[in-house]
């Protein structure tokens, strides 16, 4: 819903392509459109201001409104094509109609509703919650802008360990690719990315695609990006959380894809860089957020469906790609080790699936360790060798193996790459 009130726009007007500048740029009289995110739907509004030419539609005035003229319109075409007499008779049923309807209700009744819809029915917001009642984990419409793996986890870990129900999350895809799972699990599915922002007014929202999406809506759009979403999102009465899960892209750039030029400022958003890690999908997941989880300027809604599925830590935003690659990245390393370290066990006689529970729970030892002490792995490394013992040994053969150094530039590969991403295509 936006900030004027009136219901979200319509399938056949939501994504229309508005006019553009000579240079490419978007006119600056109304938000950029643009066909990289986005088709531009047949039959789309014109703009503000313009006359309507023979056999383009009218804007929607806000839903009921509009359809109640278009059925008068509908039935005026029809009364034309019958006899005069029937047409008579029309004209007198109309007119008695009319003075009944003027006629005011008996004490104690209540008047009939213009539109046809209940108080009820257009405050709710289809999430269990009247319309401006505070988002929580329990109430909140949940959005993605992108269907990819790290999307599949994330929604995996909501519904079956944050208990957040299917029909309360919502998933775009441009390329419809991926839809069909989410749609499978009850989730609901669109093509639209404004969709997620207009006619299924969503409260968080999380940014899931390539950095490369946004840079090449910088490189179309002239003087400005052009909107991700096709046209810019519109203003909503609720407060709007987007969380970016983008690589590479500063926040600034990816609200200039997003939030209209003209009055950035009238949006009631809150927008932070986070990082999730697919073990999110388990409720075991590890996250990073911009600001400090317990802060004030982080709203509880944010803090309670992130924390849902991962562990919380603050990390500035300048430092969000580091550690993407590292704890983002970073898991897949480490199944790697883990695989390499069983393999050893099986080599030497162990079943494969007792070497692989052995691995891991070495690991987790380790890990737990670490965090229990607050020291340096070297030191507790050093404290589980023994002078001319295997443990010395097996090290020794690490080290000639350059192991650590693989390690490391496997996490320093995966930060330049997302740096590549965003630039390369």
Do not use: W
Not at 5 to 32: F, Y
Not at 113 to 136: E, F, I, M, N, Y
């Amino acid at each position: 819903m936006s900030d004027d009130g009136s219901k979200p726009p319509s399938d056949a007007g939501a994504d229309a392509a508005p006019s553009s500048g000579a240079d490419g740029a978007p006119a600056s009289s109304g938000p950029a459109g643009g066909g990289a995110a986005e088709e531009a739907p047949v039959g789309a509004a014109p703009a503000s201001g313009t006359g309507a030419t023979p056999g383009d539609k009218q804007p929607s005035a806000g839903g009921a409104g509009a359809e109640e003229g278009a059925a008068g319109a509908s039935a005026g075409a029809a009364s034309e094509d019958q006899p005069a007499a029937s047409a008579t008779k029309s004209s007198a049923a109309a007119g008695d109609k009319k003075v009944k309807s003027s006629e005011k209700p008996k004490s104690g009744e209540k008047a009939p509703s213009r539109t046809g819809a209940s108080k009820s029915s257009v405050k709710s917001t289809g999430s269990g919650r009247k319309r401006g009642a505070g988002a929580t984990l329990e109430n909140a419409r949940i959005g993605f802008l992108g269907a990819g793996k790290l999307v599949e986890a994330i929604v995996k870990g909501l519904v079956q360990h944050a208990k957040v129900t299917p029909g309360r999350i919502y998933v775009s895809s441009k390329s419809g690719r991926s839809l069909d799972g989410f749609k499978q699990n009850g989730c609901v599915v669109t093509k639209r990315n404004y969709d997620l922002f207009a006619k299924l007014d969503c409260d968080v929202v999380f940014v899931a695609v390539h950095g490369h999406v946004i840079r090449e809506l910088f490189k179309l759009g002239g003087t400005r990006p052009v909107a991700l979403t096709t046209n810019y999102i519109p203003n909503q009465r609720h407060p709007l959380y987007l969380l970016s899960l983008v690589g590479g892209i500063p926040l600034t750039d990816l609200k200039q894809t997003l939030l209209n030029p003209d009055h950035p400022d009238k949006y009631k958003l809150e927008a932070h860089r986070v990082m999730l890690n697919a073990s999110v999908a388990y409720g075991l997941g590890l996250g990073a957020l911009d600001i400090e989880p317990d802060s004030k300027k982080c709203a509880t809604v944010v803090r309670d469906v992130l924390t849902s599925v991962a562990k919380l830590e603050y990390f500035p935003e300048t430092t969000m790609d580091a550690v993407c690659a590292l704890g983002g990245n970073g898991l897949a390393f480490v199944h790697y080790f883990i695989s390499a370290l069983s393999d050893g066990g099986f080599k030497m006689g162990m079943p494969k699936v007792v070497a692989v529970k052995m691995a891991t729970k070495t690991l987790q030892s380790a890990a737990a360790c670490l965090l229990e002490s607050g020291k340096h792995p070297s030191d507790l490394r050093d404290a589980c060798t023994s002078p001319s013992g295997p443990a010395i040994y097996g090290l020794h053969l690490l080290e000639s193996k350059d192991t650590a150094s693989g390690l490391a530039a496997a996490v320093e590969g995966a930060f330049k790459r997302v740096r590549e991403l965003v630039e390369s295509k």
